[in-house]
């Protein structure tokens, strides 16, 4: 068909044009002038239908949809699709991601209808303060639960219909008699009041403009049925135990026979006593007074989802508009005194979060190992939400978090799409000066941030880093380019600083067990120090990012001029007589060598030798950040120090990562936990921020690395106590499979399985040589080889 087609639009005939053009954003007109205080009010959500006859035999019929905050389809009484929590989140005033779907099979001729669900989701944002102080709403781009959506059909006499959103369409109330992303739900089965109309308005809309959504979507993945059931006396109601944290919904039915309210209570553990603990999981205040519901402003946040129930009938609870993160579940009822299992049944949990692809696998001799590697990746999932959280408790965008775990994410999932939507993220949010925030969406966090909403350095390095492994890892250079005009705009904010004021601006290597409180604020180990050489990397790679591209010779010599003027400076303030640097942490010294910060090869081996010894003077503890944590997997290999790695892996003292999945926990805690209760700060028992030691698991104990996108490197280490180990990772060269099993203490079966066309660079450390191989052809155009190991001293290497 052509742009001059007629269409027949709601009666009307007009020329097509472009997916949702002849829409409008329409919502159903509750007050429009509605307070934050009257925020925490029940009324019922927004339903907005339309009906529509279909004369002649259906052929084809797609529909373009969005629904802010969040929404859901329906097409003649059948839900479309089986995801969750659409719409994708990101600044609505830059960017609004709508969703398309083929309907054909859900239309019939004659009588057919519409409806749309409609939630609050991040559009609608609460006015409450996550971590007692950050009020998203009045950062974010909001406004009331809206749609806009295009139906477009063609009849088998090549008829176009197109059944667009306008005020036509008719509003009704939902069951969702209150709904936010951090608190919960409240639903009743009561049928909706309906004795006057409501009415259906147009209205502007948000801002961003109209782009087709990219990513995969938010889909229930994980089942959970729960590990214990029972009344428990100690919390006055009944306790159930999924067993393992989990980011996601609680399902049950509620009987029939049962009139009143249930309340379900989330949390992530339980104090000694056996009351359940709400701290991990309060992600701040309410912000507001409600007295209705006995809320005041400086209330904790405590998920959790209320049910009115009025009718005599089985009442099937799911979540829909929001997700928690929880393992206990606490119901409490109003008056409720007969027996558990005729209250509640059909128990069950899912976890929920983007539908990314898996490109790898684990598995070894160790069970510890295992676990680890799980519960790396489940923790890193349960905070991807069409972006990258920090945690389930916050699940803010952090920029940080994002650089420290890129690597374990490329070794995990498939997230090419999900890296472009995220570097967007950030572009859209990008300051006039071109400063890069804290977190996308910006949601007012400038924590040490070099100047107005912009973020501190280490944030701001994920915007070339993210360009670089787009880039590099999946050779998608166009894209890059596409957005240079934005990371230049950013270099030259960084360059327009004078080296004497931005080198404080920021928070060092965040998360160490070596961090203090000072003035009431968390201080990172030798964070001056660390901060002016996170300045100096993110310069460097900004030096490497732009080689491959056509960047001004002025700015380049600018900035080469500023990478030897900010090292000089550096090394003048802060390097000691012995070599070391500011007080010798390890955090000082991975981010002297990340940040090369030595004049030739031999105080280069020094500085290595410095980190080597102060790890084994901290009794193999690993006393790093977020930064230092995961540069340390990469450098300390690099050095071939892995068994320090393995040793720390395994370690079995606190602090330490097995302590994390204790009690069953198959999710990695923001902090290592100290059982002296000597942590200098409490966090998330769903925090994914440390689980970067999963790069180091693929690239050694499996023994696969992709180095720039394109060359493969088959580097395995063998650790000592392990008798096997067997992995896979698909590249963009095809899948690559390779084990290793331990024959006795001398000798290794080490295979591979790979494309025959695959360049790879095979090696092995002085400890091993080849004494027999053997190539023979795979399904596929593949071939594995197999090599007999035996214990030698000369470094073998083989390889195309």
Not at 99 to 123: C, F, H, M, P, T
Not at 184 to 211: C, F, H, N, S, W
Not at 704 to 723: E, H, N
């Amino acid at each position: 068909m052509t742009a001059t087609d007629p269409l027949a639009i709601n009666g009307m005939v007009l020329p097509l044009s472009d997916s949702l053009c002849q829409a409008s954003w329409i919502t159903r007109l509750d007050n429009p002038l509605e307070k934050e205080a009257e925020f925490l009010n029940e009324r019922p959500n927004i339903i907005l239908e339309k009906e529509f006859d279909v004369s002649d035999e259906i052929k084809e019929a797609s529909i373009d949809i969005c629904g802010l905050g969040y929404y859901t389809l329906s097409v003649n009484g059948h839900s479309i699709g089986d995801s969750y929590l659409n719409n994708d989140v990101t600044n609505y005033d830059k960017t609004v991601y709508y969703d398309s779907y083929d309907i054909r099979k859900y239309l019939k001729q004659g009588r057919n209808k519409l409806s749309v669900e409609l939630a609050n989701g991040w559009y609608n944002a609460a006015p409450i303060t996550i971590l007692g102080k950050y009020n998203v709403r009045k950062q974010l781009a909001v406004g009331k639960p809206c749609l806009i959506s295009q139906l477009t059909i063609t009849t088998a006499a090549d008829e176009k219909i197109v059944i667009a959103s306008d005020s036509s369409w008719e509003s009704k109330p939902g069951n969702y008699l209150f709904n936010n992303l951090y608190i919960g739900e409240v639903v009743t089965d009561a049928d909706p009041v309906t004795d006057t109309k409501q009415k259906t308005v147009k209205i502007a809309g948000p801002g961003g403009r109209l782009t087709p959504g990219f990513i995969p979507k938010i889909k229930r993945q994980k089942h959970y049925l729960p590990a214990v059931v029972a009344n428990c006396s100690a919390n006055g109601g009944i306790l159930i135990d999924f067993g393992t944290i989990l980011s996601g919904h609680f399902l049950c039915d509620i009987a029939a026979a049962y009139l009143g309210q249930v309340t379900f209570l989330y949390a992530e553990e339980l104090n000694a006593d056996g009351t359940i603990s709400f701290d991990s999981s309060i992600s701040g205040t309410y912000g507001v007074t409600d007295e209705e519901h006995g809320i005041d402003t400086g209330d904790p946040i405590i998920q959790k989802d209320v049910i009115k129930k009025n009718k005599q009938e089985i009442f099937r609870f799911e979540n829909q508009y929001c997700y928690h993160s929880f393992r206990y579940v606490l119901v409490n009822t109003e008056s409720y005194t007969g027996a558990l299992e005729e209250l509640l049944s059909n128990i069950q949990a899912y976890s929920v979060y983007t539908d990314l692809a898996s490109v790898s696998r684990f598995e070894s001799s160790s069970d510890e190992l295992n676990r680890l590697w799980d519960a790396a990746r489940n923790t890193r999932l349960n905070n991807i939400h069409s972006y990258f959280e920090d945690c389930t408790r916050e699940r803010f965008g952090y920029g940080g978090d994002i650089v420290a775990l890129l690597d374990s994410h490329l070794y995990s999932h498939d997230v090419h799409n999900l890296l472009k939507k995220v570097f967007m993220d950030f572009a859209n949010d990008q300051t006039p000066e071109g400063g890069i925030p804290q977190t996308a969406p910006y949601v007012g966090i400038m924590t040490n941030g070099t100047s107005n909403r912009a973020g501190s350095l280490g944030w701001q390095l994920v915007f070339p880093v993210l360009a670089a492994k787009i880039e590099q890892y999946y050779q998608d250079k166009a894209f890059v380019q596409e957005h240079l005009p934005e990371l230049v705009k950013h270099l030259e904010y960084l360059l327009a600083f004078d080296f004497d004021y931005i080198r404080y601006c920021c928070l060092g290597d965040w998360g160490s067990v070596d961090a203090s409180i000072q003035n009431k604020r968390i201080v990172s180990p030798d964070q001056e120090f660390c901060s002016a050489s996170m300045y100096l990397t993110l310069l460097e790679e900004y030096k490497a990012l732009f080689a491959a591209h056509d960047v001004s010779e002025t700015m380049m010599e600018t900035l080469g001029l500023r990478i030897v003027e900010a090292r000089s400076a550096i090394i003048g303030l802060f390097r000691n007589e012995d070599g070391s640097f500011a007080s010798g942490t390890q955090s000082s010294t991975i981010f002297a060598l990340k940040a090369c910060l030595f004049r030739d090869g031999e105080e280069q081996r020094a500085l290595e030798a410095k980190l080597v010894q102060r790890i084994h003077d901290d009794a193999g503890i690993f006393r790093f950040g977020i930064f230092g944590m995961s540069w340390a997997y990469a450098i300390l290999s690099e050095l071939g120090e892995d068994d320090m790695i393995y040793n720390w892996l395994s370690r079995r003292q606190e602090p330490n990562y097995l302590g994390m999945l204790a009690n069953g926990n198959q999710t990695l805690s923001e902090y290592f936990p100290l059982q002296q209760g000597t942590n200098t700060v409490q966090g998330s028992l769903n925090h994914a921020m440390y689980s970067s030691y999963t790069a180091w698991m693929m690239e050694k104990l499996v023994g696969i690395s992709v180095k720039k996108g394109r060359s493969i490197q088959l580097v395995p280490y063998f650790a000592t106590d392990l008798t096997e180990v067997s992995g896979s990772l698909l590249t963009s060269q095809g899948e690559i499979e390779a084990q290793w099993e331990r024959l006795d203490d001398n000798g290794i079966m080490y295979s591979v399985t790979l494309p025959e066309s695959l360049d790879y660079d095979f090696r092995l450390g002085e400890a091993y040589r080849i004494i027999n191989k053997e190539i023979t052809a795979a399904e596929g155009d593949r071939q594995t080889i197999r090599l007999s190991l035996q214990k030698a001293d000369p470094i073998e290497a083989i390889g195309r």
